[in-house]
């Protein structure tokens, strides 16, 4: 089942179930695709594919992460626990990510795969990380491994 399709039925689920603080998440992730489908458009393309999908969620998570932090900061701990919310229905539509033994392992094959040898080469191993498991690997948490495994 596509992403879209997820979406439109959780969001029928929630409602059904009278899950307001869900509903209220999953209709500002489908604006949030409208949007996206919609700045798409001149580039000839109708609608965002499952793998751009999953790039805006990760983006949604990422600000609501900084914002909570700043709740946080700013003695609000009930704004920080409704983003915390609104992260915890986003990241359901995530696939699971890989573990730091499974992300050392990738890292590893990379280095490899390029022939890596130095900090300097390690645009050329978060390419092919990216390339590969994109979907899975969370590149802030694989950035600074990759700089261990090249020594720097």
């Known amino acids: 089942m596509s992403l879209r399709a997820r979406f439109t039925e ?7 179930a009278g899950d307001t603080a869900r509903t209220s998440a999953i209709r500002m992730i489908t604006a949030k695709l409208k949007d996206a489908d919609i700045a798409s458009r001149p580039s000839g393309v109708d609608q965002i594919g499952d793998d751009a999908i999953t ?13 909570v932090e700043m ?6 701990p009930e704004l920080a626990e409704k983003e915390e919310a609104e992260i915890a229905v986003i990241e359901s539509f995530l696939p699971q990510q890989m573990d730091d033994a499974a992300m050392q392992a990738a890292v590893k094959e990379a280095v490899t795969e390029t022939g890596a040898s130095s900090v300097k080469d390690m645009g050329k191993v978060m390419a092919v990380l990216k390339a590969k498991h994109a979907a899975v690997l969370d590149m802030a948490k694989a950035g600074p491994m990759v700089k261990a495994a090249l020594g720097g």
Request: charged residues 40%.
């Open 10 to 16: 959780e969001l029928k689920a929630s409602m059904r």
């Open 71 to 76: 709740y946080r900061q700013g003695n609000r």
């Open 55 to 67: 790039s805006m969620l990760r983006g949604m998570v990422k600000s609501r992460r900084e914002s």
